[in-house]
């Protein structure tokens, strides 16, 4: 039977190959009953592996196509007519050469990922403000797991995995020193406000490589511009990464909070503990396992309403027994009040500010309250902690 189908394969090599695909196809119904009573197994593999090189050779010529289009065709043969393809994106404001390498969304992954301000994310808070113990969260270790959670729903939906993970490795990179604390004060005393997913596309677009930014494509920067509840992610990856993070933190707040012993594990409300589960782990399976059987082959990410509602009620226990009014937060109006020290230090010394920023100010409308911000906003906790002491504590007289 093997040897049929190679005969058939072989009658036309370069031109005919659906037709051959289909006259093999044929002859496989006719006579499939007399291979499965054969037990011929090995020659049903072989067959269909034929089959799937024949499909792809179908589909266009393979041989003159470099890397980067040999993985977009891959892209188009095994994923969801609703995920985000690589070659169909809306592309940069700057328009590049393509890699013959990499699809654009595993090289906008890889920007981030060799970015400056992805690197300061591991010295920036994530809930606890400089905590002592080598295990708690920092705001890098919190886009780790954001990125982890949203490629596993990604991959069981046969969604786009680059784009999901360039969005999940982006979507804090403007967040400030002190985490939210830090955040909250420069909303306050900014011109025109301040919120870290905004800031984060303005890294991209342009604080980062001095002044160049990354040139992320569109989708993107529209996944890291709407990764907040408040946002509207137009492709289904963005939509995954917004609701990935909020698992993330919110268990991983849990987590920690829980090691700080901040609260007990008896603390969390035993509904939201019978929805989910009564462990870190069986949390986020049941809520990953939901989000991915509720979204199969639907145009949109979908969670439950018992577990979405589950969800807010423990970021509702979260926010009164650890975010606000906690022993572990009493530090946070130090925070504060060292960010508005220095925005209030920088305005009245603009020629104290790094080389880059001062350029940005003299070469562009930016204006010096904003170019103040972009500078705090991209401190580590340690830096600005450092930064304060050197313009507020005198120092010792070092000659003797």
Avoid at 244 to 261: H, L, P, Q, T
Avoid at 333 to 346: E, N, P, T, V
Avoid at 355 to 383: H, L, N, W
């Amino acid at each position: 039977m093997m040897k049929k189908c190679n005969e058939i394969l072989r009658k036309e090599k370069k031109t005919g190959q659906k037709k051959n695909f289909l006259k093999i196809f044929t002859f496989f119904c006719k006579n499939k009953k007399e291979i499965l009573f054969s037990r011929c197994i090995y020659i049903v593999e072989a067959f269909f592996l034929r089959i799937k090189i024949m499909a792809a050779m179908c589909c266009r010529n393979q041989v003159n196509m470099t890397i980067r289009e040999k993985l977009e065709e891959r892209e188009h043969s095994i994923l969801s007519p609703y995920a985000s393809f690589s070659d169909e994106s809306q592309g940069r404001d700057v328009e590049e050469e393509p890699c013959d390498l990499r699809p654009v969304y595993q090289r906008d992954r890889d920007r981030i990922l060799h970015s400056k301000s992805f690197r300061r994310l591991k010295g920036k808070t994530q809930v606890f403000l400089s905590p002592e113990g080598d295990h708690y969260r920092t705001r890098l270790t919190h886009t780790l797991e954001v990125s982890q959670n949203a490629r596993t729903i990604a991959k069981a939906l046969w969604l786009n995995e680059d784009l999901t993970e360039a969005i999940a490795l982006g979507h804090d990179l403007g967040h400030t020193p002190f985490g939210h604390a830090g955040e909250r004060e420069l909303n306050q005393i900014c011109p025109g406000g301040f919120h870290h997913q905004q800031q984060s596309v303005r890294v991209v677009e342009l604080l980062e490589k001095d002044g160049r930014g990354l040139n992320l494509t569109k989708e993107v920067r529209d996944g890291i511009r709407n990764h907040s509840t408040s946002g509207n992610p137009s492709t289904l990856e963005g939509k995954i990464v917004r609701l990935c993070d909020k698992i993330a933190y919110v268990n991983s707040d849990i987590d920690d909070a829980i090691r700080g012993r901040v609260i007990r594990e008896e603390d969390i409300p035993y509904h939201c503990k019978e929805v989910l589960g009564f462990t870190l782990r069986e949390r986020l399976n049941t809520l990953i396992h939901d989000i991915i059987s509720r979204s199969m082959g639907q145009k949109d990410i979908i969670i439950s309403e018992e577990r979405k509602e589950a969800l807010l009620e423990l970021r509702q226990f979260m926010f009164e027994s650890v975010y606000v009014n906690s022993i572990a937060k009493a530090e946070e109006g130090k925070a504060q009040y060292m960010i508005g020290q220095l925005y209030d230090y920088y305005i009245h010394h603009v020629e104290e500010l790094p080389t880059e920023y001062r350029q940005m100010i003299e070469k562009t409308e930016v204006s010096v309250e904003r170019t103040v911000c972009d500078f705090i906003a991209g401190m580590t906790d340690r830096y600005a902690v450092m930064t304060y002491e050197s313009l507020t504590i005198p120092r010792t007289w070092s000659v003797l």
